[in-house]
């Protein structure tokens, strides 16, 4: 698979959020406007590239025991320096993702391709999946905060569209009408690809990243 693959793969094939499904509680929590979902894709972008570069660096002087917390901190350091950059620059959009943008340390995303694919490939490939996923994870929260927006305020970035003509539905900007948006787009993509695009995998340990690290594969324990 080349480069070019592995980015549109990201963006489009396996987007890990309308596709994967992963990635659900910033996606529906930080979409109430464009710039929100714009913001919070860029950092977790950047976050994601940047340790799957580390990562994928230093796969061969990681214990396979301690993996997990090593990839952890690595994340951690990024998220940290993309807090710091975001606070200083950008204050606006720092104050309105909030506790979510620590909370990037624990997207299931970023330590989901650091093992499944960081780990095992090479650096630049590892950059390159990096991109792919991180810009379909950007382009999901993205038209997602958008719709929000655009339905239940009636701007878009900040800017009256349809505030002063139709009267903007609030729903849209609460818990329930990010859940529908979500649940339209990921209908959507499945009608496009006429159900090729959600892959049915069967959930278990077997397809669980941290089962080894858990141990609960081996005791029978895991019910995923």
């Not at 349809?162 to 959507?188: D, H």
């Not at 009608?191 to 695009?197: E, N, Y």
């Amino acid at each position: 698979m080349t480069k070019l693959d592995l980015i549109k793969n990201g963006i489009i094939k396996e987007n890990p959020v309308l596709v994967l499904l992963l990635g659900a509680c910033p996606t529906l929590a930080v979409t109430t406007s464009a710039i929100n979902g714009l913001g919070m894709g860029v950092s977790t972008m950047t976050v994601l590239i940047c340790s799957n570069i580390v990562i994928s660096l230093l796969k061969s002087v990681i214990s396979p025991k301690v993996r997990i917390p090593c990839y952890i901190v690595v994340i951690a350091g990024f998220v940290t320096m993309v807090g710091f950059l975001l606070n200083a620059y950008v204050p606006d959009i720092y104050d309105s993702l909030g506790l979510f943008i620590p909370l990037i340390v624990v997207n299931c995303i970023i330590l989901g391709r650091a093992e499944m694919f960081a780990s095992k490939n090479s650096v630049l490939n590892s950059a390159a999946d990096g991109i792919g996923m991180g810009l379909g994870f950007t382009l999901a929260l993205f038209l997602m905060g958008a719709i929000r927006e655009f339905l239940g305020a009636g701007t878009l970035f900040g800017f009256t569209i349809t505030a002063n003509i139709i009267k903007p539905m609030t729903i849209f900007a609460l818990p329930p009408g990010g859940f529908f948006v979500f649940g339209c787009l990921v209908a959507l993509i499945n009608f496009i690809s006429k159900g090729r695009a959600i892959k049915k995998t069967e959930m278990g340990c077997s397809n669980c990243p941290s089962a080894e690290a858990c141990g609960k594969s081996e005791k029978g324990e895991c019910n995923n």
